[in-house]
Structures are given as structure tokens and as C-alpha cells.
């Protein structure tokens, strides 16, 4: 049975977020870097100027490792902060905490933002949005059947609004070069459990890595674009870098944990990503994905961050 799907708004949700003349068919063409919004930019830094690589991801509850070919693209030096958030949403503004990582934000409302912050800058909405409904289940679940989402949500690989970083480049960016498990002492670069005093910090308080990218470990965990594993965790989500609560173990360049889309939680937030995706990825082991698309169970193979080859 196909699960009957219904459009965003996309209207009204730019209405909301202060924004006119928006619809899922806008196109526009104004590139403007670093990007700039009244008082607030976001500041957008080349990753791999030297050219593409190829990054081992490693995924330590499956004990498989993959190979992704991650071409150069753009970052935002640091997460998205409470100022920026605010202005985007044209809501009241509290200086003293406009430095602040924007926190209890779920990957649905850090997809949402990058839409809407694309409007803003006169890019094109990289996130196709759209809702089914999902019938309430006829028999018992198991707790181990991952839970159909009701969102279904497209990246539009030609667009060039932000977006969220993958998997992979999120990877690539925080070791920026090095080859460790941190780009330098975690006392210098990062905010975890050891010297966080138990609470959040301003961004750009610690020393960047080699490209400028700040607080890439510790801070705040980031949301990134890429499901974890479908046929076991659903609609789960990759989260990244470690925060200021987390152990130091917790905060390393290969650290994968997964939460769900809906999820918010006062130590995890997002950065902005522009530019190249990768071509391709290639497995050590392919891994074969159930998944479910308009309600029906396909097999596919993950061939690339986010993409799906259906079997």
C-alpha cells in the first residue's frame, strides 16, 4: 500500500521564519560568500583546498568500514549559534548569549533552517520536505522493527543553498589533514566534561584545526545529513564531534553516534555545509539496507553518502 504523502507549506513555514516569496519551486541565483545577513555571516571555510580524498569511515557496533571519495566543499567555521538562529527567525535577540551553539534543535528543525536561510541569501532550498501519513500498525511491532518516518525528505543534489554536511565530510573537515584521533590537546581545542565547568560555551572560545574550523570536537554534538543504519534504527540520524557533558573518550575525530530526527537535546546542534557531495563510496563489505519508500520495503544498497540504489 502506498502511504499517501502531503507537501510542506512551504509558504507558510517561510511566513513563520519571516521570509517572502517563498515556494518549493523558487529558484534563485545570488551567490554571496562569506554570507551575510544584516548583522549576523556565516562564515563559510574551503575544505580540502588540496582536492579530494578518500576517507575510511569506521563503524564500531557493525565492525564494518567503508571508503567515501569526499571532494572539496564549504563549512561553516563554527555551529550555528543562538544569534544566527534568531535572526534567521526574526525572533528577539539576547546579545549575551548570540554566541552561544544554537542547542534543542532536532535534525528536522536544522533542515528546515538551511531552507530557510537559503531563501534568505537568495540560494536555492537544497531540502525537498514533505509529510505522509503513516497508519497506526494493524498488529504488534517489535521494538527491534524500526518505526516508519513520517517525513520524507529529498536532497536536491544540484541546488546550492546550505544543507547539512555528510557523514564523511564532517570526518574529513574535523581532522582537517591530521591522521589522530584529535587535531590537537583536547584541554586546547575542545569543551567536554573535564573542563566545561557543566555548561555550554561561546563558539570560537578554543583553537581552531588546521583549516579554521572551530570546535569541531566538544562544544556541541552536530547533526549530520546521513541515516545510521535503516534496517535496524529507521529514520536515526548521525550525530558527530561530542559535547560539553561527554567524557574525553567521547571526543574523537571517528566517535559515530545516532539519535532520532525528532530528537533535542541542550548539548547538540548543527553547522552549515555548501558545495560538492561525494561521487561515490565504496565498501569493504557492502551493506544491504531495508528501507521504506511510499510505504513498501525495498532492499537497496548505500553506494555514496545518502544515496540508495534500489535492488
Known sequence: MRLPRRS???????TQCGIGGCSENSLFFLVVRPSRMGGMSVNLVEVLPQG????????????????VRVEPFRLSATVVTCGLWNEVHRTPNDLAEADLPKTDVSWRDAVLFCNALSVREGLTPVYEVSQRVVPEPSQWRAHSEPEIDDWVVVWRRAADGYRLPTDA?????????????????????????????GSIHRVRMKEPNAWGLFDMLGGVWEWCWDLYDPAVYGSYRIIRGGGWSDPEWSCRAGVRRKTNPTAKFDDLGFRLARGAIPPS????????ECVSVGGRSVRSVTTGAGHNREL
Not at 281 to 288: A, I, Q, V
Open 52 to 67: 579530494a580524498v578518500d576517507e575510511t569511515v569506521v563503524d564500531r557496533r557493525t565492525d564494518l568500514s567503508w571508503t
Open 169 to 197: 565530510e564532517w570526518q574529513v573537515a574535523c581532522r582537517a589533514g591530521s591522521s589522530g584521533a584529535r587535531y590537537g590537546g583536547l584541554d586546547d581545542i575542545a569543551w567536554y566534561a573535564g573542563n566545561s565547568g
Open 281 to 288: 563510496t565504496t565498501r569493504s563489505r557492502p551493506l544491504t
Open 8 to 14: 510542506i507549506d512551504w509558504q507558510q513555514h517561510a
